[in-house]
């Protein structure tokens, strides 16, 4: 499902708009995980980008980067990804510095990245790409500290999805990397 | 480690006879317009003699499915021979039959004796005939072993209906799921549970004697290579390294393991001799390298590479330097040989999704066979005339397959439950 041009610049006004939305409230919603999915990817589905997929973490960025301590393992354990990228996004580099002050102040903790990818796509090929993205987030980690002994990386692929279905909603809660203490 | 690795292992998870049946259906769902028309005349049997199975029925289904042959309906036949003398070849002209096929079955010391004959109604001859006997458990097989003379003796190509399908079924969603390794008739039937597990089951892969299966299993919480008998349930862990352990594909003399491992850094083509365990590294690359499999010369490997940017298939002589395969699109992967060599069956990804597609290497044409958004995992037969893969009906993974030229195709759905990664079996006589 191909955007046409006006379409495109519809869905990107609105992602715009959304994210702008966003940063009024204070940045502390986890939104807009894909919002400008529909204008750039080679698939992406029109529309739905922009208003579907804000509530694909139940948890917000603010439980994360509250978790201060450095006792408590995050309760944020997921972030997600954009179509085709293993771009760490900055919404959640909260919740992976979280992870790292964890870690590093629990040097008996250890950790399993489980990198997971949407459904499109061929398996094999999604199964490297997963570990792509587990990989990024092993090395945010280890630039803050981290010693690489407390962390593994394991891929899934296609293999477990979050969600079912052959929509964007689901695909955006698929791509993602989930810390498995 | 190596003693483990060259231990033979009893899987314990392995069940035999089944009753947990994940048995597939056939759905035609597109025919071919030239599709050769056939009659096959349900075979007689002594009056109050009933078989388990309806022989006539399976070679008709067969050759229906093989996208070649249009078998004439039960019902539009007014005479029903079971012999070729008393074939009357103005009836089958006047239903415009080409070829048909009559046949008798009947008991006989605790076995079922097939008696068939193919005639060629435009010639008004006979072309095959023959007595074969079977056990009662055993009609299904003897039935694909008749459409298989009865495909040669037309089309000159040897028929693959006795050949089998490997794939995988998967339930759940997340944390909660559960998968199934299982082997069947190539039509769908007569399934064998080969492996169940919590943790998912990918790449199944035949050895090209047909006895073992290759393929990767979570079961540990990280992905493995394993190789199993599939008669004794014997199996070995091929490898487990570091990172990825994944496509695992048998060289076609059966005594190397072509694989991507990522246990250097990026996922990468190695291969494996099977026998000594030694890893010989393929590629060098700083792109992802997956989904290798053989050339039918076992000179050279297929493989998916995205250093150009997207996937793309490149071919790779053993020794050599590779070379880029495909150049329509952005997205071309998991390639397989059509086994004389001449195509590769792919993955296409644009605009409608992704498709299988074949890629004439003589022409260069790419030409898109299937027509869902979301087809996966392409396996040819042996004899080169069909294509199975993984599609979505319903919002549900099933199997399609679809003939080489992309003229006919069918579905075969599971009872509950997602099926995928068929993986069509060499010729096993």
């Given amino acids: 499902m191909q955007l046409k041009p006006y379409a495109r610049t519809l869905a990107v006004a609105l992602s715009l708009a959304f994210v702008a939305g966003c940063a009024n409230t204070g940045g502390t919603q986890d939104g807009s995980l894909d919002g400008t999915a529909g204008g750039r990817g080679e698939t992406g589905t029109a529309g739905t980008g922009t208003a579907g997929t804000g509530q694909v973490s139940g948890t917000g960025l603010g439980d994360g980067a509250g978790q201060m301590a450095g006792s408590r393992i995050p309760e944020a354990r997921t972030i997600y990804f954009a179509y085709d990228s293993d771009t760490i996004r900055p919404e959640f580099e909260p919740v992976l510095t979280a992870h790292a002050r964890f870690l590093r102040s629990n040097p008996s903790a250890d950790v399993i990245l489980h990198g997971h990818t949407d459904e499109r796509g061929t398996r094999e090929y999604n199964l490297a790409l997963g570990e792509r993205r587990a990989n990024a987030v092993e090395r945010f980690l280890d630039l803050q500290g981290v010693s690489p002994s407390q962390v593994e990386v394991v891929s899934y692929g296609e293999e477990r999805p979050a969600a079912r279905g052959l929509n964007e909603d689901a695909y955006a809660q698929n791509r993602r990397v989930v810390f498995a203490y | ?429």
């Fill in chain 2, 1 to 429: 480690m190596k003693a483990l690795m060259t231990t033979w292992l009893v899987a314990m998870l392995v069940t035999f006879a089944s009753l947990a049946q994940a048995d597939l259906t056939i759905e035609i769902t597109r025919g071919s317009e030239r599709a050769t028309p056939i009659a096959v005349v349900p075979f007689e049997s002594p009056e109050g003699e009933r078989l388990p199975q309806d022989v006539a029925q399976i070679v008709s289904d067969d050759l229906e499915r093989s996208g070649y042959f249009d078998p004439l309906a039960r019902e539009e036949m007014f005479a029903t021979p079971s012999s070729g003398e008393a074939v009357k070849f103005g009836d089958w002209r006047a239903l415009d039959s080409r070829y048909l096929v009559v046949g008798q079955t009947r008991r006989e010391a605790g076995r079922v004796e097939i008696r068939y004959e193919l005639m060629d109604v435009h010639g008004e001859s006979r072309m095959l005939g023959e007595v074969i006997t079977a056990s009662e458990s055993q009609l299904r097989g003897a039935a694909h072993r008749i459409s298989d003379k009865i495909f040669e003796a037309i089309t000159g190509i040897r028929g693959a209906f006795s050949t089998r399908i490997a794939y995988v079924t998967a339930s759940g969603v997340a944390d909660d799921m559960r998968f199934g390794l299982y082997v069947a008739d190539a039509d769908g039937r007569n399934s064998q549970q080969v492996l169940t597990s919590d943790e998912p089951i990918m790449s199944p892969a035949w050895s090209p004697d047909g006895k073992k299966l290759a393929y990767v299993s979570f079961e540990t919480g990280r992905p493995a290579i394993y190789i199993q008998e599939i008669a004794s349930g014997r199996r070995v862990r091929a490898t487990s390294f570091e990172g990825l352990n994944s496509a695992p594909s048998w060289s076609p003399d059966g005594r190397r393991l072509a694989m991507s491992l990522s246990k250097d850094g990026q996922p990468e083509i190695y291969v494996m001799d099977i026998a000594t365990r030694n890893l010989t590294r393929i590629t060098h690359s700083s792109s992802i390298e997956t989904e290798p499999s053989w050339h039918p010369s076992g000179d050279s490997l297929l493989y998916t590479s995205d250093r150009s940017g997207g996937p793309q298939l490149y071919r790779h002589p053993l020794g050599g330097e590779p070379e880029r395969l495909t150049f329509t699109g952005g997205y071309n992967a998991r390639g397989r040989y059509a086994p004389d060599g001449d195509a590769v069956f792919l993955i296409h990804g644009g605009e409608r999704g992704y498709q299988v597609a074949r890629l004439d290497l003589e022409s260069d044409r790419l030409i898109t066979l299937s027509e869902s958004h979301q087809d996966e995992s392409p396996s040819v037969a042996p004899n080169g005339t069909m294509v199975i893969f993984a599609t979505q009906q319903g919002g549900s993974g099933v199997l399609g397959a679809v003939t080489a030229d992309g003229r006919a195709s069918f579905r075969l759905p599971a009872a509950q439950g997602e099926v995928r990664e068929p993986a069509w079996s060499p010729f096993l006589d």
